[in-house]
């Protein structure tokens, strides 16, 4: 299975982006998708997370009153809408899927996309 994302560049803070991960295959073992995100010079951090096949959804604290996670199975798709970007955003997100659950720990997802820049000018 393979994951590709899109959606992402170059805004003004206080903008929108919505990011899309298309998987290539339906993955009979996915429980959970997510998008994380890494900074220059820093580590990968857990954005949002949700079940694939139930209505869970999990955020970080610093994105939760911002940020929207979505699916569409039809579409076989992981959406991330983002609303009131700031300069603090401003990092290379990549989709996830995985077996385990709605986790926040990257290492516990076995499929990742190859990432999308979103960059936010203040």
């Known amino acids: 299975v393979r994951l590709v994302e899109s959606g992402g560049g170059l805004v003004q803070a206080g903008a929108s982006l919505r990011l899309s991960c298309v998987a290539s295959?339906?993955?009979?073992?996915?429980?959970?998708m997510g998008w994380f995100r890494q900074a220059p010079g820093k580590e990968r951090e857990f954005v949002a997370a949700?079940?694939?096949?139930?209505?869970?959804?999990l955020y970080a604290d610093s994105v939760k009153d911002r940020f929207s996670i979505s699916k569409d199975h039809a579409k076989n798709t992981l959406y991330l809408q983002m609303n009131s970007l700031r300069p603090d955003d401003t990092a290379t997100y990549y989709c996830?899927?995985?077996?385990?659950?709605?986790?926040?720990?990257?290492?516990?997802?076995?499929?990742w996309g190859q990432g999308t820049q979103v960059t936010v000018a203040s």
């Open positions: 996830a899927s995985g077996a385990i659950g709605v986790i926040t720990t990257a290492d516990e997802y076995d499929t």
């Open positions: 295959d339906r993955d009979p073992r996915r429980v959970a």
């Open positions: 949700l079940s694939w096949l139930a209505g869970m959804t």
